[in-house]
């Protein structure tokens, strides 16, 4: 069946832009992730969507960064203000529930540079 | 917090030759430990988790790695490389139910 999908693969902005990526799970999949992969930082969690439920936006690095999932399926991660130290791949992951005997499904990512 | 760390960012092999990525997590409690593998250009894939059982973790593509609960460690190992194994190698654990923390990555390189 058809995996997380992400779009755009590449997005190139101004510094001070708003930009939107979106992330599209796996059919069935209620767990919902953003992780973020950077030169300096490596692979870092972002953010987790469960269901109805609260999201756990712990690793978010700033309030400029937020998520939304709508109707429990797709989801947007939003970056307002852009920095330079946003540019990143950005990656999304679903998986049929939380827990680690959930596999994390992973998508593409979308590859974020800002000038 | 939970923490992993790879002990080696770059690990060149000749094809045929065993190889063996090494990694280290800190956690006093239960794990949930995983491998992940970047090709060029895509995203993770898995291939193995340890979750309870048995120590030593069949994946896919002749991968296996061991966890060794005295030592912090689920090494990766593969008796055989092939060129085709060429990628970037993320060890993780789970941590909090839900959150991935992933080591700094491991880039195989096989060599002719």
């Known amino acids: 069946g058809a995996g997380v999908s992400q779009s755009p693969s590449n997005k190139v902005t101004e510094k001070g832009k708003d930009v939107e990526l979106r992330c599209d799970p796996i059919s069935g999949h209620t767990a919902l992730y953003w992780y973020r992969q950077s030169l300096g930082q490596g692979l870092e969690f972002l953010i987790y969507?469960?269901?109805?439920?609260?999201?756990?936006k712990s690793g978010l690095p700033s309030d400029r960064f937020s998520a939304e999932r709508t109707g429990g399926s797709v989801s947007t991660l939003t970056i307002q203000r852009t920095q330079q130290e946003d540019s990143a791949v950005y990656l999304c992951?679903?998986?049929?529930?939380?827990?680690?005997?959930?596999?994390?499904?992973f998508g593409p990512g979308t590859r974020l540079t800002v000038l | 917090a939970q923490s992993v760390t790879q002990l080696d960012s770059q690990v060149p092999v000749f094809e045929e030759a065993p190889v063996e990525l090494r990694c280290n997590y800190s956690s006093s409690v239960s794990v949930y430990l995983f491998w992940y593998v970047q090709y060029p250009n895509q995203g993770l894939q898995l291939l193995l988790k340890?979750?309870?059982?048995?120590?030593l973790v069949k994946g896919i593509n002749g991968f296996e790695a061991e966890f060794n609960k005295s030592q912090t460690s689920f090494h990766l190992r593969k008796p055989s490389v092939h060129i085709s194994d060429t990628a970037e190698y993320f060890c993780a654990v789970l941590w909090g139910a839900q959150k991935l923390v992933f080591g700094q990555g491991t880039r195989l390189t096989i060599n002719p």
């Open positions: 340890y979750l309870s059982g048995s120590t």
């Open positions: 969507f469960q269901g109805n439920s609260a999201p756990d």
């Open positions: 992951a679903s998986s049929l529930a939380s827990g680690g005997t959930n596999t994390q499904y």
